[in-house]
């Protein structure tokens, strides 16, 4: 007979002392991976808020070099002082800049090359332009919860205004007005969202790398207009970029979803709000009806498509979004876009 001790665990005790329990080898692997995504997470949420402080900063730095060239400034009002040319060629610096340096700065840090990152493989045309056909219709249906959010705003008294660009009817602005909304921010955001973000986050499974990027994509503009309908675009844009690893695909559907904001209004200013109003649902159900085509085609035609690999994790989905946010910089991030959500109610 041996002794038998309450607190001293024995041959086949299912108890295990908690000293026991932290060698266990799913133990490990949980706390490796959520160490890893904390520290992914924070790295990828420094980034985005230096893009969110070169943006504040640059137009400061370039103002200060206007003035060391002898810059005056005697521009309309609506162009912040500047001649509207210059205001344009400004923006566009920064936001060129703002979005640029802080992703290559960050894969620098993490030794991680471009071409990893920055993926443009060999895609099927058929498959790149249905992708496109899908994109454009989630696009589409994305206004459907931004104009119920600018609904419910408007009927809780705040604004939900949505931030926009001044004007002329100087062809030469236009002109800039449409690269400055079409040409511009699909580049850059892309090489941010689609290419730093969704890259860091794809060791943990690429169906949480498409929501999380998404997720992100949402928070960072800042406006609770905005947030739905980047959200679902987000899920788009990277989902087309895990299945065809082409960045291009993504790039067209921002460039064509941007595009059509900035005829629409263009059209508006020469033709008025009628026809303006008539070509958007024109395009609207058009883009719908190519997403549905594009869907059938995709599901018939390549076996598969819309299911996403799942990669062998230890930490639930649940989890994976509560370390997400929970770490330095994701916790920063959340507070600033939170923030700016409010702070855009009342302007």
Known sequence: MTNYHPYLPQQND???????????????????????????ASGLSWMLLLVVLLMAVLPSVENGFLRMVGYRWQGELQFGG??????????????????????????AIKRQ???????????????AL????????VCMLANFPANWMADFLEWAGYSGTLPDSPLTGEPSIQALYFISLAVIPPLVEEL???????????????????????????????????????????????F??????????SIAIHFLNNGLSAAITLLQWYQGD??????????????????????????????????????ACALTIGQKFLHMIVNPGG??????????????MYL
């Open 331 to 344: 916790l920063v991030l959340f507070g600033y876009c939170a923030l700016s959500c409010v702070l855009m």
């Open 192 to 238: 941010v969202f689609r290419g730093a973000v969704l890259h860091g986050l794809r060791r943990f499974g690429d169906g949480f790398a498409i929501v999380g990027s998404a997720f992100l994509f949402g928070m960072f503009h800042g406006n609770l207009i905005q947030l739905p309908f980047a959200f679902l675009c987000g899920l788009a844009l990277a």
């Open 113 to 127: 090359p471009l071409q990893r990152v920055l993926l443009f493989e060999k895609t099927p045309f058929s498959t």
């Open 130 to 137: 249905a992708c496109v056909f899908l994109g454009m219709g």
């Open 82 to 107: 500047y001649t509207s040319l210059l205001y344009y060629l400004v923006n566009g610096v920064t936001y060129i800049l703002a979005f640029a340096l802080p992703p290559l700065l960050y894969l």
């Open 274 to 311: 009628l026809l303006a109003n008539t070509v958007y649902l024109i395009a609207f159900a058009a883009w719908i009806l190519l997403g549905i085509g594009s869907v059938v085609f995709l599901a018939v035609r390549r076996k598969g498509f819309f299911r996403v690999s799942r990669t």
């Open 14 to 40: 299912p108890y295990i002392p908690y000293p026991q329990a932290r060698m266990d080898p799913f133990y490990e692997q949980r706390r490796e991976e959520k160490h890893m995504l904390r520290k992914t």
């Open 240 to 249: 087309v970029v895990v299945k065809t690893g082409n960045l291009w695909v």
